[in-house]
């Protein structure tokens, strides 16, 4: 196919998107962000909808990049379809049915799904999308064409005909000191950090919202202790970006986003490139010199170069572009010599958590019955409640970055039968009558995925004797807590659980050394959050949000140092790092601000409650 006898559309390029959801988490696997009738059972009220030009009469045939996402668990009629008008007349397919294929990944492929033939007249058309359930179809892309080639399925047929079709220039946005990927807790704290110490800092993020975990989007709660020995300063930052309120799947003022935004938007050495996914890397004698990135409404591209780099994504994503050695799963406990890991190394890692909640009104409502696509229950495997937690956990036997929209969209499928269960079958159903499911994340909540491989590895004996390195940095207090599959939901499910426990190993506060917080292998490039330099077993303590933004903070102080002294991140160890200690003794977050972060410090239980 070409331009001479094929228009592409885009979906978040429309001219009105409708009431449908903008999602970018899966661009990296899929090709695109797209659009998804994020409409929690009740069918979106208004379409998508947009012009387009046909600069050639003829005879159209309609294609639309679509999927069945209900397909890996369900041979049923799947619920998240929707259809096309063509100038105000629906086609007659109803799209996001799936790909026809032996295997469940095959029919669960994103996928081009053939409509009808259409007599164009040249001149200005209309397309719109209508969704018919509300429970998540979606749309990539439009594709008209009077040639009769069928659209490959593949990623890479697929990048090739955008590449045709929908060529995008790069935009050069310049050359920085410190560039910061990912802005969860600690890319905004390296940010900041960085750019109070004089840096000129661009900050990177894939969605519209800051925070990762703890935005509105996700509705993790904060966990973990600041300012700790030996560097008592450090952590004033998250006090100023960090909601003063404990809680998971609340409503989404009580993650209070505009902390995050009023701080770095007083930054003036910060500039913020929202909405970015960072899709690329160009090197230079093994160094990253630039990274690449695509905008997810209009799928702008921009291009960003910079002195040192920071992964903050948690899952290591400009990492693996850059080629350095990155790891997933569980190590075999002879690798380490931990006690706690398994005897052989797996695939393994803890899961994702789609939070969601539903509330009890004064008037009815009715929701679809699952019954002939949703998850099998019954009355002593369903979990009436109210709330999801941190044990509603799904993808724990799945790649975390392969597998990524699968295990999200499992998280969704488990809770819209679990509320349709209540809503339709329950023997107490009639307790239901007036609950309304209120939210649903369509956002990942993740623990766990790649770790990147530092000078320094921490380990479990490092936590629990302790072995005290002379380069220790922020301090975790979190105890090793690790997430297994619950028994009980397992063996229900097996494979497809969803219902996890905690289990908990004591450790003294520990001070993080900073080896585990740059690259081995890319001598310019930092890391902070949960793809630092650790074995799964010692991941368990430094994970949680509070710690992974003061390991923000400090990479953020030591991207200062390099940006001043023209050094990188292994100097900094090997010949500069009382400059950092000096650093570190100062911090760089306000005191002048009221001090909140006194919740949710230390977990001494892992035991499950709907209000945790």
Same mark, same amino acid.
């Given at each position: 196919m070409d331009k001479t006898n094929s228009l592409m559309v885009l979906a978040t390029r429309f001219d009105d998107t409708g009431d449908w959801t903008l999602e970018q988490q899966f661009v990296l696997q899929m090709g695109s962000s797209y659009l998804l009738a994020h409409g929690l059972g009740t069918p979106i009220a208004k379409d998508p909808t947009t012009r387009i030009n046909i600069e050639k009469?003829?005879? !159209?045939?309609?294609?639309?990049?679509?999927?069945?996402?209900?397909?890996?668990?369900?041979?049923?009629k799947t619920p998240g379809i929707f259809q096309v008008k063509i100038n105000g007349v629906a086609d007659e397919a109803e799209f996001g049915t799936g790909c026809p294929g032996a295997t469940r990944a095959e029919r669960a492929a994103w996928y081009w799904q053939r409509g009808g033939t259409y007599e164009l007249p040249s001149?200005?058309?209309?397309?719109?999308?209508?969704?018919?359930?509300?429970?998540?179809?979606?749309?990539?892309?439009?594709?008209?064409?009077?040639?009769?080639?069928?659209?490959?399925?593949?990623?890479?047929? !697929?990048?090739?005909?955008?590449?045709?079709?929908?060529?995008?220039?790069?935009?050069?946005?310049?050359?920085?000191?410190?560039?910061?990927? %990912?802005?969860?807790?600690?890319?905004?704290?390296?940010?900041?950090?960085?750019?109070?110490? %004089?840096?000129k800092v661009a900050l990177l993020q894939d969605r519209y919202i800051l925070g990762g975990n703890n935005s509105s989007e996700v509705r993790v709660g904060l966990g973990g202790q600041?300012?700790?020995?030996? !560097?008592?300063?450090?952590g004033y930052i998250l006090n100023e970006i960090g909601p003063d309120r404990i809680g998971n799947a609340r409503g989404a003022h009580h993650y209070q986003d505009w902390k995050k935004w009023d701080v770095i938007a007083a930054e003036?050495?910060?500039?913020?490139?929202?909405?970015?996914?960072? /899709?690329?890397?160009?090197?230079?004698d093994g160094k990253i010199k630039a990274v690449t990135a695509v905008e997810a409404a209009r799928q702008d591209r921009i291009r960003v170069?910079?002195?040192?780099?920071? /992964?903050?994504?948690?899952?290591?994503?400009?990492?693996?572009?850059?080629?350095?050695?990155t790891m997933m799963g569980r190590e075999a406990r002879s690798e380490f010599g931990e006690s706690l890991a398994p005897e052989k190394a797996d695939g393994y890692t803890m899961g994702v958590s789609i939070e969601w909640y539903c509330e009890d009104w004064n008037t009815p409502?009715?929701?679809?019955?699952?019954?002939?696509? %949703?998850?099998?229950l019954d009355e002593e495997t369903v979990e009436p409640v109210h709330r999801a937690n941190w044990y509603w956990e799904v993808g724990m036997n799945d790649d975390q970055i392969a597998d990524a929209e699968k295990i999200r969209d499992y998280g969704m499928y488990v809770a819209y039968s679990t509320f349709s269960y209540c809503k339709?079958?329950?023997?107490?159903?009639?307790?239901?009558?007036?609950?309304?499911?209120?939210?649903?994340?369509?956002?990942?909540?993740?623990?766990?995925?790649?770790?990147?491989?530092? /000078?320094?590895?921490?380990?479990?004996?490092?936590?629990?004797?302790?072995?005290?390195?002379?380069?220790?940095?922020?301090?975790?207090?979190?105890?090793?807590?690790?997430?297994?599959?619950?028994?009980?939901?397992?063996?229900?499910?097996p494979g497809e659980e969803w219902m996890s426990i905690g289990k908990l190993v004591p450790i003294d506060p520990y001070a993080i050394p900073y080896r585990c917080l740059y690259s081995a292998d890319i001598p310019n490039m930092f890391m902070a959050g949960r793809d630092i330099s650790v074995t799964h077993i010692a991941l368990g303590s430094v994970r949680v949000m509070r710690t992974c933004a003061m390991m923000g903070e400090v990479v953020g102080?030591?991207?200062?140092?390099?940006?001043?002294?023209?050094?990188?991140?292994?100097?900094? !160890?090997?010949?500069?790092?009382?400059?950092?200690?000096?650093?570190?003794?100062k911090g760089a977050g306000r005191t002048d601000v009221p001090y909140t972060q006194f919740y949710h410090q230390v977990d001494r239980t892992g035991h499950q409650a709907e209000d945790r």
């Open positions: 009469p003829g005879k !159209y045939t309609l294609w639309v990049r679509t999927k069945n996402w209900t397909a890996f668990w369900s041979e049923g001149g200005e058309c209309e397309i719109s999308l209508h969704d018919l359930s509300g429970l998540d179809g979606r749309c990539d892309a439009i594709l008209l064409t009077t040639s009769g080639d069928v659209p490959g399925n593949s990623l890479e047929d !697929y990048r090739a005909l955008r590449a045709e079709l929908l060529p995008t220039p790069t935009e050069d946005r310049g050359h920085f000191d410190f560039v910061v990927v %990912g802005a969860g807790m600690s890319g905004l704290c390296a940010a900041i950090a960085a750019a109070r110490n %004089g840096a600041i300012n700790m020995l030996p !560097y008592p300063s450090l003036p050495n910060i500039t913020l490139f929202a909405g970015y996914t960072v /899709d690329g890397v160009e090197m230079e170069s910079g002195y040192v780099f920071s /992964d903050c994504t948690g899952d290591a994503h400009l990492a693996v572009m850059a080629g350095a050695r409502c009715t929701f679809p019955d699952s019954l002939d696509w %949703g998850l099998r339709n079958r329950l023997a107490k159903k009639e307790d239901w009558e007036c609950t309304h499911l209120t939210w649903v994340s369509h956002v990942s909540g993740k623990r766990e995925s790649r770790r990147i491989v530092g /000078d320094l590895i921490l380990r479990e004996q490092d936590l629990t004797r302790p072995i005290p390195y002379e380069d220790g940095t922020c301090t975790t207090t979190w105890r090793i807590d690790q997430h297994y599959p619950d028994p009980r939901n397992a063996g229900k499910y102080l030591a991207a200062s140092v390099c940006a001043g002294k023209k050094i990188l991140p292994r100097d900094i !160890y090997k010949t500069h790092f009382s400059d950092l200690v000096a650093l570190m003794k």
